[in-house]
């Protein structure tokens, strides 16, 4: 059998990388020579790029919500409190407060405080009259619309029920008239008719308060009605029904016919 000469001896292959610092580590140089785009000296190279900021950012959506639903609950108890003061308040307060209403009441007048009924004409310090002795017949003030003047000496009386009397000037404008007469119809403690002699085109009164004006839309005339229709009553409870539905003058007394007046 025959034996193979051995050939020459291989030798491993190497490959230059170098010199290195030791320990596998590249020489020390230029930082970033051997690295792709590195900024070569006296050249352009390129912009750093500036690191993303990632903001970890609320969601405001449902705190806004929160913010919304908080003002508005704030508002609707707000408005709780103030309707409850408002409606504690006295109607007196509330009708010192509208502008150009006469407070008769104040003036303690012997005249317009009197309260007797007596029989047959009267005179009175006011024109439309606010207070003073009266027949014993009111005038019916369950939203009755009177065309034509009515007797004061009646009027006076559903004054002292707690009704609102609206006048107006004799000869007012049809669609003006109209305009008063929806705010009396069928509501109880509310008359309304013309009257002689008005230096206002529109007076309203109640007892011991009188608010007068030319404009049939004026704001205030709502506001007096609502402050003190039934409030202003010198007799709480007295009806405003079965009185006088006509707009006769009062005939001429037999006698003084003077009585106190007990509640009717």
């Known amino acids: 059998m025959s034996m193979s000469t051995p050939g020459p001896e291989r030798v491993p292959s190497t490959v230059k990388v170098g010199k290195t610092t030791g320990q596998g580590k590249p020489p020390t140089g230029k930082p970033g020579a051997n690295r792709p785009n590195a900024t070569k000296p006296g050249g352009k190279g390129r912009k750093p790029i500036a690191p993303v900021k990632v903001a970890g950012g609320r969601n405001w959506g449902p705190i806004a919500v929160a913010g919304l639903v908080v003002v508005i609950a704030g508002g609707i108890i707000g408005y709780g409190v103030y309707a409850s003061v408002q409606g504690s308040r006295d109607w007196t307060d509330k009708v010192a407060e509208i502008q150009g209403v ?13 309260r007797t009924h007596k029989a047959g004409p009267l005179t009175y310090v006011t024109s439309p009259p606010v207070g003073g002795a009266h027949n014993q017949t009111w005038q019916n003030c369950q939203g009755d619309v009177y065309t034509a003047p009515i007797a004061n000496e009646h009027a006076v009386h559903s004054l002292e029920h707690g009704a609102v009397w609206i006048t107006y000037k004799q000869g007012l404008a049809a669609d003006q008239v109209a305009t008063l007469q929806k705010k009396v119809e ?5 008359l309304m008719s013309p009257y002689a002699g008005l230096d206002k ?6 007892w011991g308060y009188q608010l007068k004006t030319d404009d049939v839309n004026d704001s205030r005339i709502d506001t007096f009605i609502s402050a003190a229709r039934v409030k202003a009553s010198m007799e709480p409870g007295a009806a405003c029904s079965s009185g006088n539905t006509t707009s006769d003058p009062v005939s001429a007394a037999v006698s003084d016919g003077a009585s106190s007046d007990t509640g009717s």
């Open 201 to 206: 085109n529109v007076s309203v009164q109640v």
């Open 102 to 114: 006469v407070n008769y009441r104040a003036q303690k007048n012997a005249l317009i405080d009197d």
């Open 186 to 190: 069928g509501k109880d403690y509310m």
